[in-house]
């Protein structure tokens, strides 16, 4: 597990801005970075990553996969791939499944079934419309982040995107 551990953070500290993708084999695709001294051992922040999660299960699984899972007092975060802001930015296949607007559709559908049992949950996606229509019931609250991936450099920079709960803080 540390073996693991330490090539995919040296795969994110040295890869194309840390972006991690794989192709439709499951193999992992990202070209090099160009980093002239780039920090692949942060040990205060590993350390402090550690204290942070301590008791706390961290899984990447499929959404479909951890509904009967989940049980009350669990707080579930969902990072899906995001769906796209325009009809050039239609990448979504960060793994060889891809990730559609049914999916999207999907993901809705489970955190609707965990506020009515009253699981607290925290999602982040794009600001995209079908995204804002899909959340509209919820807690929505914009925030931007910067981008470095992008074919055109001009459009590099800070975007809005969301991040949707069921609860209040």
């Not at 330490?6 to 991690?20: A, D, H, M, P, V």
């Not at 930015?89 to 809705?108: H, I, V």
């Not at 079934?113 to 807690?139: G, H, Q, T, V």
């Not at 450099?153 to 803080?169: F, H, L, M, Q, S």
Request: proline share 4%.
């Amino acid at each position: 597990d540390v073996q693991r551990a330490s090539r995919f953070i040296y795969l994110n500290k040295t890869c194309y801005n840390g972006l991690y993708r794989v192709n439709s084999q499951g193999q992992f695709n990202v070209p090099f970075g160009r980093y002239t001294d780039p920090a692949i051992l942060d040990s205060d922040n590993l350390y402090a990553c550690h204290a942070a999660l301590r008791k706390t299960v961290v899984e990447v699984a499929d959404f479909y996969n951890l509904r009967r899972r989940i049980k009350a007092n669990d707080f579930v975060y969902f990072d899906p791939p995001y769906a796209p802001l325009s009809t050039t930015s239609k990448f979504t296949s960060y793994t060889k499944n891809g990730f559609d607007a049914d999916m999207q559709y999907e993901l809705r559908n489970l955190c609707r079934a965990l506020d009515k049992r009253s699981i607290r949950f925290m999602l982040s996606n794009s600001s995209a419309p079908l995204i804002l229509d899909l959340y509209a019931e919820f807690n929505i609250e914009f925030v931007y982040a910067t981008r470095s991936i992008n074919s055109d450099a001009g459009k590099r920079g800070k975007i809005p995107e969301v991040i949707v709960t069921n609860y209040e803080y």
